[in-house]
């Protein structure tokens, strides 16, 4: 059975999405850089230990990123599924886990990049927006794309309903396409192209 730690920042909905799927009993961990955030209840709830490295706590992004990384190898993952995690992962921490990291973005990447995806893409007039699910490299949103699934976005629709129905698509296929990734051993892989 393949470990995995899940990286998370916030209210934790895609997180219980991977915990309530088939690949839940093999999640072995929660990491997050916010103490208190709602991600910890929900896996207090479901009995899944949490690791709390604060950003805050240290002096530099770079003593935060060592700690994390000393963290993480402790629990010692075959996959990190980073699940609204709101930090870049560092370098160092990247080529640690070469082709284990899986992150979910709310947009058709390569478009609308970064932390504002879904606002960036109603500024630009977009029509169509989406989720993507790709490997983490050491870029912002430029790995290799494993899967994507598109949402159309209507006339006057509101940012925060918007991310809302792009959020829904994300519980259905973070934790489908983390469960072929998994079963593939995309670890072993050296690109996009063994993973179809």
Not at 59 to 77: F, H, I, N, Q
Not at 133 to 160: F, K, Y
Request: charged share 20%; aromatic share 6%; hydrophobic share 45%.
């Amino acid at each position: 059975m393949k470990k995995i730690v899940v990286m998370a920042s916030g209210s934790g909905t895609l997180f219980r999405s991977l915990l309530e799927s088939d690949i839940g009993s093999q999640i072995v961990g929660l990491v997050t850089d916010v103490p208190g955030c709602g991600a910890i209840d929900i896996a207090v709830d479901h009995r899944v230990p949490v690791v709390t490295v604060p950003f805050h706590d240290y002096e530099s992004r770079s003593d935060w990123g060592v700690a994390l990384r000393k963290k993480m190898l402790e629990l010692d993952p075959n996959y990190i599924v980073t699940a609204g995690f709101m930090r870049v992962l560092d370098a160092d921490f990247v080529d640690t886990f070469p082709n284990r990291i899986i992150n979910s973005h709310p947009a058709l990447l390569p478009h609308f990049p970064g932390a504002h995806a879904v606002r960036d893409a109603l500024a630009a007039g977009a029509t169509v927006t989406g989720t993507t699910v790709h490997l983490i490299d050491h870029g912002v949103d430029t790995g290799p794309i494993l899967a994507q699934e598109s949402v159309v976005i209507e006339p006057g629709v509101t940012e925060a309903d918007l991310h809302e129905q792009i959020k829904q698509i994300e519980r259905a296929l973070l934790p489908a396409t983390v469960s072929r990734v998994i079963n593939s051993d995309f670890s072993k892989g050296s690109g996009e192209a063994q993973f179809s």
